[in-house]
């Protein structure tokens, strides 16, 4: 059962000296004065280690920055040369790097392997990928199907044919999944493990899935229904991080809704309608039943589908896996 909001790891300090304390002797007289002594030598290094990791998440952001900085310096010279479809996956592969790459530099700085922080290379498109890939597009496609039976949302018929069809849906499925790496590294990967051992997981995933939602602000046509769910849908990924150890669930998922709305039942996706959609679909009715201009996610049934699958994956994943190191 989930009840510890961070377990601790066999070197978590308290936790051995704990042991070491309940091992010692009643009547010892020679380790009484460090024994009292340790309440106030536990809270300073406890300070010490949330200004250290809190400095080490800024470093972090600073760096990811930087490095797009400079990616778009060097990719500007391709713009006139690129339709807009290709200049956009150009820029999503650059913000992907630009948030992967300083954790590589950071895992370097501070001696631990990349893959704590979320994506192990040895499970790289293994099973939990495809696994979120299917909860994702099921979730979603619940929604729709409601949305349809509920008289405000029509399936229309195809705006693509041939070729077409089989080339927008590999092109929108490259593009979502380096969101999916961009989005979730950078806001539940290196970030949710710093700022989770300075003030535990919970806490860190409500912060950051607060930030989450707040970003989604600058998308154009959202609302602050939409808002609210992004930042809800965040923190159920925080989730599905914690259950399952690893942040390639999440990146299924991520991929799987994006790709769903932008594709394949072509409605907007956090206010943004993409071209090369595959049907031409619509909505008419209340916007807090078909969420306006904001697509599903602006939908009042989205809180719907957010609580079942939360209360689904905690059935699922009964077992906390994720731990800092």
Request: aromatic share 16%; hydrophobic share 50%; with cysteine.
């Amino acid at each position: 059962m989930d009840n510890d909001p961070l377990p601790r790891t066999s070197a978590d300090p308290e936790s051995t000296l704990s042991d070491d304390m309940k091992s010692e002797p009643a009547n010892s007289t020679l380790l009484s004065v460090p024994r009292a002594s340790s309440p106030v030598n536990r809270h300073v290094s406890l300070g010490k280690r949330d200004l250290y990791h809190g400095a080490f998440w800024l470093i972090y952001l600073a760096m990811a920055w930087f490095v797009f900085e400079i990616e778009s310096w060097l990719v500007a010279s391709f713009r006139s040369g690129l339709s807009l479809l290709w200049w956009r996956l150009l820029i999503e592969g650059c913000m992907m790097l630009a948030a992967i790459l300083p954790g590589f530099a950071m895992a370097r700085i501070e001696g631990r392997s990349f893959g704590v922080f979320g994506l192990p290379a040895h499970r790289a498109f293994r099973r939990n990928l495809w696994v979120g890939t299917l909860w994702g597009i099921a979730s979603l496609s619940v929604l729709m199907l409601v949305l349809h039976v509920a008289g405000v949302f029509e399936f229309g018929t195809f705006a693509l044919h041939g070729i077409r069809i089989f080339k927008f849906a590999a092109y929108y499925a490259v593009l979502f999944l380096l969101t999916g790496f961009f989005e979730e590294f950078l806001v539940r990967g290196y970030s949710q493990w710093a700022l989770a051992r300075v003030m535990n997981f919970w806490p860190a995933a409500a912060f950051l899935s607060i930030g989450f939602g707040c970003i989604h602000g600058a998308n154009p046509g959202e609302s602050k229904t939409g808002l609210v769910a992004a930042g809800l849908i965040g923190f159920f990924l925080c989730l599905t991080l914690r259950r399952t150890g690893d942040l390639w669930w999440a990146v299924g998922f991520h991929m799987a809704w994006d790709w769903g709305e932008s594709y394949l039942y072509s409605v907007p996706d956090s206010g943004a309608l993409l071209p090369g959609h595959l049907l031409n679909s619509s909505f008419h009715g209340p916007d807090w039943l078909t969420g306006g201009t904001v697509g599903p996610e602006g939908s009042y049934l989205v809180f719907v589908v957010i609580g079942a699958l939360w209360v689904a994956f905690d059935r699922a994943y009964p077992d906390v896996k994720y731990a800092t190191k």
